[in-house]
């Protein structure tokens, strides 16, 4: 009977509970790992490129960060995944990275999923959804594709929250900037707010 079944659930204590695969857990190590890349994204914001970063982390360490700067760069393909990617890489002498896990805060786009997979990169994990380039699920999906991917598993969704946020007041500052000057001191103070808010949130979730 289900009556059985359901006060022994109950009973789980909280940590038990997090180690279940219930829709919406976040592994307490995804969450650490996925705070360092939104610690590289905001390098890239600083830079005045759009803040996406990335972390590369082997048997629980950290062996390679990036973030996005294609255009102080002058590199199209400058994007967080491929630095990091390519550090990672350089540290161990190595053109493929098997047994390595990407962190990005942004759903990553066709060529850095390419990269991924040349790499045999053994899983990439995401924050935010990307749905006018990402190829996870949103325009597409390449990691479903047998006759692409034998190596990689992904997953998405780990603190997406921070990483939208952190997406949408980038552009909200840049919005600002861009206005006429008759509408500038309201429109810079709200956007400065709301910046500063969202790095204190984001700072606050990725500790
Ligand atoms: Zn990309």
Request: with cysteine; net charge negative.
């Amino acid at each position: 009977m289900p009556d059985t079944a359901l006060p022994a659930a109950d009973m789980l204590p909280a940590d038990a509970d997090a180690d279940a695969a219930a829709p919406g857990a976040v592994d307490p190590a995804d969450a650490r790992y996925m705070g360092l890349a939104l610690a590289e994204a905001r390098k890239a914001w600083h830079e005045g490129e759009v803040p996406v970063g990335a972390v590369v982390v082997k048997d629980g360490e950290v062996i390679a960060t990036g973030y996005n700067q294609p255009i102080g760069r002058h590199d199209p393909t400058a994007h967080a995944e491929i630095m990091a990617l390519r550090a990672a890489a350089d540290k161990l002498g190595n053109y493929r990275l098997p047994g390595c896990e990407l962190y990005v805060t942004l759903e990553p786009c066709a060529m850095c999923s390419g990269a991924m997979m040349h790499a045999r990169l053994a899983r990439v994990v995401y924050a935010a959804g990307d749905p006018k380039t990402g190829v996870c699920g949103s325009v597409l999906d390449l990691f479903a594709l047998e006759a692409l991917n034998h190596h990689t598993k992904v997953d998405g969704g780990v603190l997406a929250e921070e990483a939208a946020a952190m997406l949408r007041g980038f552009f909200a500052e840049r919005r600002a900037a861009r206005r006429p000057p008759a509408a500038a001191p309201d429109a810079g103070t709200g956007a400065a707010a709301l910046a500063s808010a969202l790095t204190a949130g984001v700072e606050g979730s990725g500790a």
